[in-house]
């Protein structure tokens, strides 16, 4: 590998590191402004709707300027996002700047590979970012966690500059300005990301066409007998994972007894049983058998479902990793799938658009029925049940699909051509 995707590679790590330690930040913040708790899911939301409403732009934007100065430029919109929080503004509205840089960022760390590196490396490469990627959650969580803790703030609190004040004076806060350092370590990777030496002239500036264009790539995709059902199920997963980030905070505060520090362990717990299905699947579901996993999703449904008996730890870890290993047992052959499916129908640039648009509109809704849920005084429980019914439901509708689907295909192959008796 060239020295410069290591570059891209460490830029990508410390930005989505702090991306997800700011989430429990701005949790820890809102607690402590002693602001409703549906408050809470709201802030994954107000991150992920700039994916949405962006969508068929930022690919443009990423296209118009060296990737490297494009991840500069929305890492340093990150920064602002995160020290809108130190200056109190509402973190709601401070996270989605740090979403709407995070929109504009995603498009050019993936587009970089493919001006950098020869075609043969791409897979290797990916696999490398998307290793990262998730490495950088799991880390960010539990930094996140450890950053707001008793134990960590009083240290951090604990630092006393003569004849300087601050201004930071609470935990969130000292956790808040940790993290915009790591921001700003990105930004110093970014900075000596290489240029490529691309042409970066974009077919089209107009927003009405880049509009056009993009719709119709996301209606190609859904039409698509294979493509649907591999956007439907990844869209499920991203909007089932998001939630179940805040389900989990809530259940291990009834069920354990958990504040916010120790429940995101319970989300790296998680996180680290989707690396174990993950691999599992990598190893034995080859492209060919992928839709043969769709039945585990139902599974994860069920098992979910099963939170709401556990009230001590070590069943607590089993089941976490048993929900996260169903997950990415079942998402990995489907997100192979779907890039198979979009690169031959529109090329990958334009699949990875849609992929995260309609991954994105899952979380949106997704986190939007959770947070009706405890906006209107649901119980934990009762949301935990209905959630492992919406995704084992939805699971089902998506295999029968699947199965509706085939049974077209085969029937088509039975009908003879005019004037031939055979059967093809």
Request: neutral net charge.
């Amino acid at each position: 590998m060239k020295a410069g995707f290591y570059t891209i590679m460490a830029a990508q790590f410390f930005s989505s590191l702090a991306d997800n330690a700011l989430l429990i930040a701005a949790i820890a913040l809102l607690r402590m402004m002693e602001e409703p708790p549906w408050m809470t899911p709201a802030l994954k939301q107000c991150f992920v709707v700039s994916y949405v409403v962006l969508a068929p732009l930022v690919g443009a934007f990423a296209d118009s300027m060296p990737k490297g100065r494009v991840m500069l430029i929305t890492n340093a919109i990150k920064v602002v996002g995160c020290m809108l929080m130190l200056f109190s503004v509402h973190p709601l509205l401070a996270y989605a700047v740090v979403g709407f840089g995070a929109a504009a960022y995603s498009p050019a760390k993936y587009g970089i590979l493919t001006e950098l590196l020869p075609a043969k490396q791409l897979v290797v490469a990916n696999g490398w970012i998307e290793g990262t990627t998730v490495t950088s959650i799991i880390l960010g969580v539990l930094a996140g966690g450890f950053l707001v803790s008793d134990r960590a703030s009083s240290f951090m609190l604990g630092f006393d500059i003569p004849n300087f004040e601050s201004g930071i004076d609470t935990p969130p806060e000292a956790a808040i300005l940790i993290i915009a350092l790591l921001y700003v370590i990105a930004a110093v990777f970014n900075w000596y990301i290489p240029d490529t030496g691309v042409d970066h002239r974009v077919p089209s500036k107009n927003p009405f066409f880049l509009i056009r264009e993009f719709a119709h790539c996301v209606a190609l995709l859904w039409r698509d007998k294979l493509g649907q059902i591999s956007l439907a199920t990844t869209t499920l997963f991203w909007g089932a994972g998001a939630t179940l980030q805040f389900i989990v905070i809530d259940w291990a505060a009834r069920a354990l007894g958990y504040n916010l520090s120790q429940a995101t362990y319970l989300q790296g717990v998680v996180a680290a049983g989707i690396a174990v299905g993950a691999v599992l699947a990598a190893r034995f579901v080859a492209l060919r058998n992928s839709v043969s996993v769709l039945p585990i999703g139902v599974a994860m449904g069920l098992i979910v479902i099963a939170m709401i008996f556990v009230t001590n730890l070590p069943i607590a870890i089993v089941l976490m990793v048993a929900i996260g290993a169903c997950a990415g047992f079942f998402v990995v052959p489907m997100n192979a799938l779907l890039q198979h499916r979009g690169h031959v129908l529109m090329g990958a640039g334009h699949s990875i658009a849609v992929q995260n648009f309609n991954e994105n509109i899952g979380i949106l809704v997704m986190v939007g029925m959770y947070l009706f849920m405890v906006r209107g005084g649901m119980s934990v429980n009762r949301a935990i049940v209905l959630f492992g019914l919406f995704v084992a439901a939805t699971m089902l509708l998506v295999l029968w699909r699947h199965l509706h689907n085939q049974s077209k295909v085969d029937s088509l192959r039975l009908i003879p051509e005019e004037g031939d008796g055979r059967v093809h």
